[in-house]
C-alpha cells in the first residue's frame, strides 16, 4: 500500500470514519509532507517488475561494456593467429574469430561502441523528432514548413547524404576531436539526422488531437503559457509514441551503424561494433555457429531491456495509470 | 478538408521542385564517379573520354535542367504515347541510366512487379497481423499474451535482415531444401503450379521483411491503445452500457490509430523504395537493389529519378494520412 | 548460304560423330549465376568486367586466348605472325583472314566490314568507348576483300594483337549497329541490351542488373553446338549467396568470381553439389608505398606531390616492412586455393616472374635488426620507433572496404607494430576509393597516405605497358587531375631506361629476360610490398561439364562446349 491510496477520498462511498483521520497511527502518516511526484513515479516504476528487471539487466549490459575491460585485459584487437576459430574454452570464454582475436574482448568493445552509437544517435533522434513534431503539430503555422522539411529529410537517399558528410566533415572533425571520437561524432550525427522524422510526424499527429481536447482548453482559459502548455500537458500526453520510438530507435541505431560499416562508412576496420561482429559472422553461420549468437543476443537483449524500462517509465509517468 | 487539400496539393509542387534540387546537390557533392567500377585496366584518359560521353563534362545547373526537362516534360509523354500509341516523344532523349544507357523510367516499370508481390505482401501480411497483435496485447496489457508478443516483436525487431535472411535460407533452403534461395524474377504465374512456385520463392523475403513491419506497428499500436484505455470516455461508453467490443473496437481503436496511420503511411513509400538488404539477400532484384546498385556504380541520373518518385510518394502519403487524421478525429482542423 | 551452312554442318557432325556428342539445344536449361549483375551487352561502352564477361555468350573476337594464356583463333583460319606471313616483316601491320561461310545469328554472313566497322565504332572520338587502348596506334583498316582484314599500325608494334582479340575486343554487326556511331552510342537501347553475334547464344530478354534469359543460337558454326538450349544468367547479390546456390543448394550450375573466406568455401564445398576452381592471371595484391609526401600539412596541391617521404623511401624501412609480413598465413587466411605468395609485379606469365629470395618467410627479427642498423630507434620508450631526425614512425594504411582486405590490415598492423611501426587504419568506399574523382580526397591515385592496398593486372599476356606504369611522368599530381597509374609515385632513371628498351625489343625470351629485371627493380628500390598473388575462383556444379576457367579472357569463353553429364 501506498501513502497515496490512503489519502484518495472514496468519493463519498465509505463510512465517514474511515475517511476521517482517526488514531495515531494514521495521522502520523497523514502529516507527513506529501510525497513529490518523482518520488511518486520511483515507487510506481520500481513495482512493475518487467522495468524493474529490464533496468536492472540493462544496467548489467553498460556496466559490463563500460567496465568490463578493465577485468578482462585482454586486448579487442590483439591478434593470436595460432589460436584462431576456436571455440569457447576458459582462456577465450567466447571463442576466438578467424584471426584468433578474442570474441568476449571484443564483444565488450564492440557494445562500447554500439551502446554509446545507440543511445547517444536515439536521443538525438528523439529530441529532434518530439522538438519538431510538437512544434509543428502545436503551433499552426510553423506546421507547413516543418512537415515540408520532414518531407525533404525523408526524401534524401540516406547513403549519399553519409558520404557528402563525411567528406565535408571527416577531416575537420578528426583534427578537432581525433579519430575514434571525430568518427563517432560524424556516425551518431549521420543515423541521428537521418532518423527523427518518423518520430517527429507521429508526435505531430498526436499532438494535433490532444490540442483539441477540452483539458487543452480548460488550460489556456486560465492562462497557461506556450511552453508551460507544451511542457506540463502536451509532453507527458504524446510520451508513449515517444517512448515507442526511442526502444525502437536503439535497435535502429545499432543496426543501421552495422550497415554502415559494411559499406565502409562506418567506424575502422579494427573497431569493433556488435552490428559487425554479427554481420562478419554471418558468412560463418554454419561453420562457427556461436559467432553469430553473441552478437545478435546481446543486441536483443538490450533492445529487449530498453523496451521493458520504457514500458515501466511510461506506465510510471502516465498519472492515470499510476497508482492501479 | 477539401480546400485544406488542394491547397496542399498546389503547395506540393514547389515542394519538391526544391527537395530535387537539394537532391542534385548532394548528389553532385559526394564523392564517387561513374567509372569506379570499370577496371584498372582502363587508362584514366578512356575514362575521362566516358565521363563527357555521358554527359558529366557540362556545368551541374544545365544537368539538373536538362534532368527537370527530361523527367516532366519527356517522360510523361512517353507515357501518353506507351498507353494512347501516339508519338509525341520521338527523337526526345529521355532520362538515361549510365550503367545501362537505357531510359531509367524502363527499368523502374521493370522492377515494379516484383517490388510489388515481395515488399507489398510482406506490408499487407505485417500489417493484418500487426493490428491484432497491438489491440490484444495492449487489452490484456501484461498477460502472457502480451509479454510474448513483446518479446518476439522486440527479438525481430532487433535482428537485422542480413542475418535472418540468411539465417532462413540456411535452414529452408540449404538443409531442408523447401524452398529456393533465389528469387526468379522471370517467373510467370500463368497455372496453378506456377503461382505454388511463386508462393514458394516469396515465402521466405515475405517472412523476413513481414516480421520487421510486424514488430514496429504492433509497438506503436499497443502503445497508442493502452493511452485511450484509461480514458475518460472509455468509462463513459462503459458506464452507458455499450458492450465491450464496441467500446474496444470503435471508440478506443478509431482514436487510437492516430500514430499507426503515421507509421503506416510513412511505410507505404519505402515499399516502393523497395527493402534494399533483403532483396539482397534473396536475389529480389527490385526497386531497392536498383537504388542500391546505382549509388554504388554512381549512376546519378537513375539515383536522382529513384529519390524523386520516392519523394513524390513521400509528400504523398503524407498528405493521405493527414486527411485520415481529420477523418479519425474530426476535431482536428487545418483551416 | 543455307546450304552451304548444312554442308558444314554435315561435316562436322561426321567429325564429330564418333564421340557422340549430344545435338544442339538437347541439354535443357543451365542457370549461372554473377553476383554482379550485367548492366549491358556491349563491352565498348562499360569496361566493366562483369558486361564484358556477359557479352561474351553473344558477340566473339577474331582471336581469344585460351587457359594457358595463348592465342587461339577464333573467327579466323589461323593467329596471324611474322612466321605465316600474317604480320609484315616491319611489324608495322597485321592481317586477319575470317573463317569462310561464319554466319550472325539472324543469318546474314560475317564479312570484313562488319570488322573494320567495330573499330571504326570503338575508334570514334565520340562515342567514349571503353575499349579504345586496344586500338592505339592503328592508323587504318583496310578490306581487300569480304573475308580479309588489314591492320596497319602508325610505328612497328611487337605485340600487334590488340584490337579484334580477347573479350573485350569483340565484332559487332555493322548493319545492327550503322546508326549508333559516337554520340548516339548511348541512345541505342535496343542494340546494346540485344546485340546480334556469332556467339553460341542468343539475348532472349534483357533485364538490366537482373537477369539475361538467352537461347542457341540456331545459326552457330557449330550444329552440335551448345548442348544447352537456354541459358539464364542471374546477376545480383552477394559471392557468399551466389557460392552457395551452386555447392550447397544446387539450383546454379555456375557461379563466377567467388572472392570468400577460404574455410567459407571449404564448407560449401562440402555441400557436395558442385566444386571451386581456380585459375591464375596476373592479379596481385599489394601494398603501395608512398614515394611522396603526404602530410596533411602540406596543401592539397603539394601533398602526395613532393618527394621524398620522411621515411618510407629508406631501403632498410621498406625491406623490414616486408620482412615482417608473413606471406604464406596471408594467403592462407584470405584466399586459400586462389592464392600463391608472390614477390613479383608481374607474376604471370610465369616467366616474367624473377626470383625473389626472401619472399616465403616472415624474419621480425631481421626486421627490427635492420632498422636499429639504419639509426631507427624507440629513443622514448613509447614502443614507436622514431626516424634518426626524431619523427615517430607512425603511418596510414588504407585500402577499400572488403572483408579479406580489412583482415589483412589488422595483421599487417600487428606485425608492423611489433617491429615498431605504427599504423592507423582507414577503409573507403571501393566506388569512392577506385572513383577517380579529383575531388575526393580518398581516391587511390591521389594516395593521401603512407601506404595503400588494392589489386590490379592487365588484360592480355604482355605486360609492357603495365610495366609503363612505374614510369616517372605516370604519377599522378593536379596538373594531370590526379589521374596518371604511378600510384606508388616510384621514380627510377634506370627503370625507365630499361623500360624504353624494353618497347625496342621484339624477341621473346629478350623481352621476358628485361621484364623479370624490372619485377626485381620494383621490389628492391621501394616501388610496392607484393603481398599474395591472387587468382580468379569459380563454382560449377558436379553436374556441369567442359567448363575449363579461363583468366586471360572471359570466363564463358567456351560456354559452347558445356554441357550437361550424364546420370548427374
Not at chain 1, 511526484?37 to 528487471?53: C, M, P, S, T
Not at chain 3, 587531375?481 to 624477341?507: M, P, V
Request: aromatic share 10%; with cysteine; proline share 7%.
Amino acid at each position: 500500500m501506498t501513502d497515496k491510496d490512503r489519502l484518495v477520498p472514496d468519493e463519498g462511498l465509505a463510512p465517514a470514519s474511515t475517511a476521517l483521520p482517526g488514531g495515531a497511527g494514521p495521522l502520523e502518516e497523514f502529516t507527513k509532507p506529501p510525497s513529490s511526484q518523482w518520488r511518486e513515479v520511483w515507487d510506481q516504476f520500481k513495482n512493475h517488475k518487467g522495468a524493474l528487471y529490464g533496468g536492472i539487466l540493462f544496467l548489467v549490459i553498460v556496466l559490463w561494456v563500460y567496465l568490463g575491460p578493465f577485468l578482462w585485459t585482454i586486448d579487442a584487437t590483439h591478434i593470436d593467429i595460432r589460436a584462431r576459430n576456436q571455440g569457447p574454452s576458459l582462456t577465450h570464454p567466447f571463442g576466438t574469430d578467424q584471426l584468433g582475436r578474442d570474441t568476449f574482448a571484443r564483444m565488450m568493445a564492440g557494445g562500447k561502441t554500439s551502446v554509446s552509437v545507440g543511445i547517444t544517435a536515439m536521443l538525438l533522434a528523439l529530441g529532434l523528432g518530439s522538438f519538431v513534431g510538437v512544434m509543428a503539430g502545436y503551433f499552426r503555422r510553423l506546421d507547413g514548413l516543418l512537415m515540408r522539411l520532414t518531407d525533404l529529410f525523408l526524401a534524401l537517399p540516406l547513403l549519399p547524404l553519409l558520404l557528402v558528410m563525411m567528406l565535408l566533415f571527416r577531416d575537420p572533425l578528426n583534427a578537432a576531436f581525433g579519430p575514434e571520437r571525430g568518427i563517432f561524432i560524424l556516425i551518431v550525427a549521420a543515423i541521428g539526422v537521418t532518423s527523427w522524422m518518423p518520430t517527429a510526424r507521429i508526435v505531430r499527429g498526436d499532438v494535433l488531437a490532444i490540442k483539441e481536447r477540452e483539458f487543452i482548453l480548460a488550460a489556456r482559459s486560465i492562462g497557461t503559457t506556450n511552453a508551460k502548455m507544451i511542457l506540463r500537458h502536451i509532453l507527458p500526453n504524446v510520451l508513449s509514441p515517444i517512448m515507442v520510438s526511442a526502444t525502437l530507435g536503439i535497435a535502429t541505431a545499432i543496426i543501421t551503424e552495422s550497415a554502415l560499416s559494411f559499406l565502409g562508412l562506418g567506424f575502422p576496420p579494427d573497431f569493433p561494433t556488435w552490428g559487425r561482429l554479427l554481420f562478419d559472422a554471418t558468412d560463418y553461420l554454419q561453420q562457427y555457429p556461436e559467432r553469430v549468437l553473441w552478437p545478435g543476443l546481446a543486441i536483443s537483449l538490450t533492445v529487449l531491456s530498453v523496451n521493458y524500462l520504457g514500458d515501466g517509465l511510461r506506465d510510471a509517468l502516465d498519472p492515470r495509470i499510476r497508482g492501479r | 478538408m477539401l480546400t485544406f487539400t488542394i491547397r496542399r496539393l498546389v503547395l506540393a509542387v514547389p515542394t519538391l521542385l526544391f527537395i530535387s534540387l537539394v537532391i542534385f546537390l548532394l548528389l553532385e557533392l559526394a564523392p564517387g564517379d561513374p567509372m569506379a567500377q570499370v577496371p584498372l585496366t582502363v587508362p584514366p584518359d578512356v575514362k575521362e573520354k566516358m565521363r563527357e560521353a555521358l554527359g558529366l563534362g557540362q556545368p551541374g545547373y544545365i544537368r539538373f535542367w536538362k534532368w527537370l526537362v527530361q523527367f516532366f516534360w519527356i517522360e510523361p509523354q512517353v507515357l501518353i504515347d506507351a498507353i494512347f500509341g501516339s508519338s509525341f516523344s520521338e527523337g526526345d532523349l529521355r532520362v538515361i541510366s549510365w550503367q545501362t544507357r537505357s531510359p531509367v523510367m524502363d527499368i523502374v516499370v521493370q522492377r515494379i512487379p516484383q517490388t510489388l508481390w515481395v515488399v507489398g505482401t510482406a506490408y499487407i501480411v505485417g500489417i493484418l497481423i500487426a493490428l491484432p497483435i497491438g489491440i490484444y496485447s495492449a487489452y490484456k496489457q501484461y498477460s502472457w499474451f502480451d509479454q510474448a508478443g513483446t518479446f518476439v516483436s522486440m527479438i525481430g525487431f532487433s535482428v537485422p535482415p542480413f542475418f535472418s535472411g540468411v539465417l532462413v535460407i540456411v535452414i529452408f533452403s540449404v538443409n531442408l531444401g523447401w524452398f529456393p534461395s533465389i528469387y526468379d524474377t522471370t517467373h510467370k504465374v500463368v497455372d496453378w503450379d506456377s503461382f505454388v512456385y511463386q508462393l514458394q520463392q516469396m515465402i521466405m523475403p515475405v517472412t523476413v521483411l513481414a516480421l520487421q513491419i510486424t514488430a514496429q506497428i504492433s509497438r506503436f499500436m499497443r502503445a497508442s491503445m493502452l493511452d485511450n484505455l484509461n480514458q475518460d470516455y472509455v468509462r463513459t461508453a462503459r458506464a452507458k452500457g455499450l458492450g465491450e467490443t464496441t467500446v474496444v473496437m470503435v471508440h478506443v481503436l478509431r482514436n487510437s490509430m492516430i500514430p499507426v496511420v503515421t507509421v503506416i503511411a510513412l511505410g507505404v513509400p519505402a515499399i516502393f523504395g523497395g527493402a534494399i538488404i533483403t532483396e539482397q539477400v534473396f536475389k529480389v532484384n527490385g526497386i531497392g537493389q536498383l537504388l542500391i546498385g546505382a549509388i554504388q556504380a554512381n549512376d546519378l541520373p537513375m539515383v536522382q529519378t529513384l529519390t524523386f518518385i520516392f519523394a513524390v510518394l513521400i509528400v504523398l502519403f503524407n498528405l493521405i494520412a493527414d486527411v485520415l487524421y481529420g477523418l479519425l478525429d474530426p476535431r482536428i482542423r487545418y483551416d | 548460304m543455307k546450304m552451304k551452312a548444312l554442308l558444314l554442318g554435315a561435316i562436322a557432325s561426321a567429325a564429330l560423330a564418333p564421340a557422340a556428342m549430344a545435338e544442339r539445344g538437347s541439354d535443357g536449361n543451365v542457370n549461372v549465376i554473377y553476383w554482379q549483375a550485367p548492366s549491358i551487352l556491349n563491352p565498348f561502352l562499360s569496361g566493366g568486367t562483369k558486361d564484358v564477361e556477359a557479352s561474351s555468350l553473344v558477340i566473339e573476337p577474331l582471336a581469344r586466348y585460351n587457359e594457358q594464356g595463348d592465342l587461339v583463333p577464333w573467327l579466323v583460319v589461323e593467329v596471324p605472325t611474322v612466321e605465316n606471313g600474317g604480320v609484315s616483316a616491319d611489324l608495322t601491320s597485321i592481317t586477319w583472314k575470317i573463317t569462310p561461310g561464319l554466319t550472325w545469328s539472324d543469318g546474314s554472313p560475317l564479312t570484313s566490314a562488319d570488322v573494320k566497322f567495330t573499330a571504326d565504332y570503338c575508334m570514334d572520338p565520340e562515342g567514349g568507348c571503353a575499349q579504345v587502348t586496344k586500338f592505339e596506334g592503328v592508323t587504318s583498316i583496310e578490306t581487300p576483300d569480304d573475308l580479309t582484314v588489314k591492320v596497319t599500325f602508325e610505328k612497328p608494334t611487337p605485340f600487334p594483337y590488340g584490337p579484334f582479340v580477347g573479350g573485350e575486343s569483340p565484332i559487332i554487326q555493322k548493319a545492327q549497329f550503322e546508326n549508333c556511331m559516337g554520340t548516339k552510342a548511348p541512345e541505342c537501347t535496343e542494340q546494346n541490351f540485344n546485340p546480334i553475334g556469332t556467339g553460341a547464344y542468343v539475348v532472349d530478354e534483357f533485364r538490366p542488373n537482373d537477369v539475361i534469359t538467352l537461347k542457341a543460337n540456331p545459326n552457330y558454326r557449330d550444329p552440335a553446338k551448345p548442348a544447352f538450349a537456354t541459358m539464364t544468367l542471374k546477376g545480383g547479390g552477394d559471392a557468399t549467396a551466389a557460392g552457395r546456390a551452386v555447392m550447397e543448394t544446387g539450383e546454379f550450375d555456375y557461379a563466377w568470381n567467388l572472392q570468400l573466406a577460404p574455410d567459407v568455401i571449404a564448407r560449401m564445398e562440402q555441400g557436395g553439389k558442385g566444386v571451386a576452381v581456380a585459375g591464375f592471371g596476373p592479379l596481385m595484391e599489394r601494398i603501395m608505398l608512398n614515394n611522396t609526401n603526404p602530410d596533411p600539412a602540406l596543401g592539397p596541391d603539394e601533398r602526395s606531390v613532393i618527394r621524398p617521404h620522411p621515411f618510407l623511401s629508406d631501403p632498410a624501412v621498406y625491406k623490414a616492412m616486408s620482412m615482417a609480413i608473413d606471406r604464406p598465413l596471408l594467403v592462407e587466411i584470405g584466399y586459400g586455393k586462389a592464392g600463391k605468395v608472390t614477390c613479383n609485379w608481374v607474376p604471370a606469365p610465369a616467366i616474367y616472374a624473377a626470383d625473389i629470395e626472401g619472399c616465403e618467410v616472415q624474419d621480425i627479427e631481421g626486421a627490427k635488426a635492420m632498422l636499429e642498423a639504419a639509426g631507427y630507434t624507440d629513443s622514448n620508450g613509447d614502443g614507436v620507433r622514431e626516424t634518426p631526425d626524431g619523427k615517430p614512425m607512425k603511418i596510414l594504411y588504407q585500402t577499400s572496404t572488403n572483408a579479406v582486405r580489412q583482415d589483412f590490415q589488422a595483421l599487417i598492423k600487428q606485425w608492423w607494430s611489433e617491429i615498431g611501426i605504427e599504423s592507423e587504419l582507414r577503409n573507403v568506399n571501393s566506388s569512392v576509393f577506385f572513383g577517380g574523382d579529383p575531388g575526393s580526397p580518398d581516391t587511390f591515385q591521389k594516395f593521401y597516405a603512407d601506404v595503400e592496398m588494392y589489386a590490379n593486372t592487365f588484360n592480355g599476356t604482355d605486360p609492357q605497358s603495365y610495366f609503363g606504369n612505374g614510369l616517372c611522368d605516370k604519377a599522378p599530381r593536379p596538373a594531370s587531375q590526379w589521374q596518371g597509374e604511378n600510384i606508388s609515385r616510384f621514380c627510377d632513371e634506370d627503370y625507365d631506361a630499361l623500360h624504353f628498351k624494353l618497347t625496342q625489343t621484339a624477341d621473346a625470351a629478350a623481352r621476358a629476360e628485361i621484364g623479370r629485371q624490372l619485377n626485381k627493380m620494383v621490389f628492391e628500390k621501394g616501388g610496392m610490398i607484393p603481398l599474395v598473388h591472387r587468382g580468379r575462383l569459380s563454382a560449377h556444379s558436379n553436374s556441369l561439364g567442359g567448363v575449363v576457367l579461363n583468366v586471360w579472357d572471359t570466363e564463358l569463353w567456351n560456354a559452347a562446349d558445356w554441357y550437361r553429364k550424364d546420370g548427374a
